[in-house]
DNA sequence: GCATGAGGAG
DNA sequence: CTCCTCATGC
């Protein structure tokens, strides 16, 4: 509906190979957000001028190769901030917040764990952990806040194909369930839950399952929660599997929400 | 015109990277035979299917990565050979010889030689000195024969951009120019200078110049030679610079000639 | 600059 | 399967 305020989050495995799926998007959905991750992209090679052409301010910060992170939106972003703690991490290409609207917005990538029993798996544990401690530092949870993004972790066995199988490994794993309600428990609403409480809605398949789309072979690993004060606004959200019939897609669809807010 | 044999030759830079160009331009151009170069492909990969449905048998010898070439030709060629020698060089696929037609055609990427007084140039002196001991081997001088490929080599000085400059460079250095002599003194007639005396017609442009191409920066390597017999029957021959300004371009243009040739 | 492959990652 | 980097060739 024309009018609503509407956000996306993406994860674009390479904002430059993705350049031509986005732009067409973009032109088509016309979001006030977009939160992009695993842009793959140095600073200095990120495709400012397209995307200022499409009509939208970014703010990104990435690194090569791996991870990378960036905001666009329609209006100007204030309170621009990078990494996870001040001191400026390993990796701060994962976390990207801006206020934009009157709406905080905090877009991660949270890292992805590789095996459980890890020091990676670990690490994400606590990268999850930290979020909480993130939210009480620059935040109330009364305030308007959206966390969206990226978070590797399929909440509960609706959103992952196999559950039974897939329970114990890494981004469906008792470990990382907790650790993400931790963070819910802040004062966060699953929004695409909220309006979506049926199974088998996707957002991510593994380039390596062949088929995997086709087939329903799929993940819900990428994220809108918001704060109650904005949660009540939220009119609907859903998946856009349109681009993924297309050619080149990412290996994760976009994730939008709109909300009545001025 | 319509009713004339014509055949082209074609340094793709990769024939699967070239593939809709090549395609286009076959269903546009629709020669009798063109020879291609540097394919880039095992012979497995080859895209042998797409060749057949755009209407033309394909003959191919390739390796990973570098050379490679292969005829297309829309009537069956026969009497097909691979390679210089009759013992499979290391290098076969450089060379592909066809009848077609009742044309005999010989089809070379000739090495580039790097740099000047290096072991590869000298190689490239000795592979050009063995064809003419090639053409002796499988014909004789009053035979329609027609060589045609990457030759690698700018015949004089209206075949550079800046004779004075290049002249000593690889593809423009007096030892090749000497080399090259040799085999056309066998029977050899350079069709496309036939038709057109002219300076200033190239088939190639380094990618490395920047705008080589709109800043006129080229070489005529390519080139299509026949022997008395045939060339006598030529009636035209130019380079095709239109898939130029399109997307994806090879470094090279494809060069063609038409025959009265029933 | 534009191709190729190898090796690493997810 | 689809990205990345790096090395290599022209």
Known sequence: ??????????????????????LAWLEREQPAVVALQETKVRDENFPHDEIKAAGYYAIFKGQ???????????????????????????????LVAATIDGINIVNTYIPQGRQAATDYFYYKLGWIGQMREYFNRYYQADQPVIWVGDFNVAPDRRDVYAPDKLLGSVGFHPDEHAALDMVRQWGFVDIFRHHVPEEGHYTFWDYRVPNGFKRKMGWRIDHIWATAAIAGHSVRAWV?????????????????AEFNWS
């Open 240 to 256: 856009d599997t349109d681009m993924r019939q297309g050619p080149k897609p990412s290996d994760h669809a976009p994730l939008l």
């Open 64 to 94: 090569k190769s791996y991870n990378g992170v960036a905001i666009l939106a329609k209006s100007s972003p204030e309170n621009v901030r990078f990494g996870l703690d001040e001191w400026g991490q390993p990796d701060e290409a994962r």
């Open 1 to 22: 509906m024309a009018g609503y305020w509407k956000i996306a989050t993406y994860n674009v495995n390479s904002i430059r190979a993705r350049m031509p799926v986005l």
